[in-house]
């Protein structure tokens, strides 16, 4: 069975985003599934990885055509001029706010809707000269599925859309300068799209519910970790270092975090010296400037964008790994990606985030750590002290459990039987 997968983010894009179907493809064919990948030609990526680049399987066809990205014009995000919505600039200038108010109000669903009218064109040729039995868009961004949606419509094809992300349950949605006629036209295409594909693909369980609303095809697939969990010792971190790993923007910064740590470092001489802090990853200016406040700079390393295999490394010998979601109205429903690669390096997880959510569903069901709530500074700090105090001792290790369903061969086998049923 054949399959087009359309999507922004590919390799050499770095990041998150582009992990997902790059895993799926990277197995499908071990559950006789061909995909073929429709991408951009001339991207504008905020990260590269080419590293990523060797996870492509010999001899899948890509197909690609040029997009127009208003960004030059349009870029709010910081200095940068791209599509990062994760820095969505706090503070902009008052022409700052005018770009922002015609990107949220005239690019919906995103600045790549412009892609969509060519990528119909092209793609609905290239449908009927080739066979396939179903399309696949991933999203954000969302205009990926309108090009599913058109196609849909015009050749009756199988279609699958799959979230990443939530669309108008976003974690920075609440932030854009939406007026109302824009928020009731992103709800519109939203329910449009789930109303019309063949299968919803979400990567949680609240998000499952929230768009079974509106469609009876919803199926969670959550995101997953690559490789093979080692039980050989790793050499851990002298010191008793709390890795991050990922962006840290302005909704993400844990005040309370910081502030517990100045306290604990202040009331124990030994703690400061054997601390640290390391934020691997992009981090907002706001971040810096609060853990400077704090006066724990001097425990705190700051290592720019690394590329993925790194990545693994520094979790795997971290003494604790450091997960945060943005304490915004849909946290409930948040689950980085980040999580299942944590699982694999078999480190202690301490979390910040809502204690009935579907972040600390997988920690608890994997036994692979601590959920602190946003506001709960008394155990937070606790918690801390305990893991420090087990650190000492030598023994500090976590004994998780379930881990093997998140590997991304298990989760492509799960995808691939629900393309075999909506073909079948």
Same mark, same amino acid.
Do not use: C
């Given at each position: ?102 990107r949220a109000n005239y690019f919906i669903p995103d600045a790549r809707r412009f892609w969509v009218k060519p990528s119909v064109k092209f793609l609905k040729k290239y449908l009927l000269d080739n066979k396939i039995d179903a ?173 993925? !295999? ?6 795997? #010998?971290?003494? %604790? &790994? =450091? ?7 849909? /946290? *409930? ?33 994997? !036994? ?6 946003? #506001?709960?500074? %008394? &155990? =937070? ?7 420090? /105090? *087990? ?34």
């Amino acid at each position: 069975m054949k399959v087009l997968i359309i999507t922004y983010y590919w390799p050499p894009a770095g990041g998150s985003g582009v992990q997902r179907w790059l895993k799926f493809v990277k197995y499908f064919r071990d559950f006789g599934i061909e995909p073929v990948v429709y991408t951009v030609e001339n991207p504008n990526y905020p990260i590269i990885d080419s590293s990523l680049i060797n996870d492509i399987p010999e001899g899948i066809e890509t197909l690609k055509q040029p997009i127009w990205e208003p960004n030059s014009m349009l870029s709010f995000f910081g200095k940068k001029k791209t599509e990062s919505a994760g820095f969505l600039n706090p503070n902009p200038s008052f022409f700052g706010k005018i770009l922002q108010y015609i990107r949220a109000n005239y690019f919906i669903p995103d600045a790549r809707r412009f892609w969509v009218k060519p990528s119909v064109k092209f793609l609905k040729k290239y449908l009927l000269d080739n066979k396939i039995d179903a399309i696949i868009t991933t999203g954000p961004p969302h205009s990926m599925h309108l090009i599913g949606l058109r196609l849909k419509k015009q050749l009756n094809i199988k279609w699958i859309a799959d979230f990443r992300d939530p669309w108008t349950e976003i974690d920075y949605f609440h932030q854009l300068p939406l007026s109302k006629r824009a928020i009731k036209k992103h709800h519109i295409l939203e329910q449009e799209v789930l109303k019309n594909a063949d299968k919803v693909l979400v990567v949680g369980n609240t998000m499952k519910e929230n768009y079974s609303k509106f469609s009876n095809n919803v199926v969670t697939i959550t995101n997953g970790f690559d490789g093979k969990i080692s039980n050989l010792e790793v050499k851990l971190d002298a010191k008793f270092t709390i890795t991050h790993i990922g962006l840290m923007n302005a909704d993400r910064n844990p005040k309370m975090l910081w502030e517990v740590l100045a306290e604990i470092s202040s009331e124990n001489n030994q703690f400061k010296s054997d601390f640290e802090l390391h934020l691997i990853g992009k981090v907002d200016a706001t971040v810096v400037n609060d853990i400077s406040k704090f006066k724990i700079k001097n425990n705190v390393h700051l290592i720019n964008y690394i590329e993925h !295999n790194q990545v693994v490394e520094y979790q795997k #010998k971290s003494q %604790v &790994l =450091l997960l945060l979601l943005n304490d915004v109205p849909s /946290s *409930k429903g948040i689950i980085t990606g980040k999580i299942f690669e944590y699982l694999m390096a078999k480190r202690p997880i301490l979390a910040i985030a809502p204690l009935n959510g579907d972040l600390a569903d997988v920690i608890n069901n994997t !036994n692979s750590g601590t959920v602190v709530d946003f #506001k709960n500074r %008394v &155990l =937070l700090k606790k918690t801390i002290l305990d893991l420090y /105090s *087990k650190y000492q001792q030598g023994n500090l290790r976590i004994d998780s459990k379930n881990v093997e369903q998140f590997h991304r061969k298990e989760l492509t086998k799960k995808v691939a039987q629900i393309i075999k049923q909506i073909i079948e």
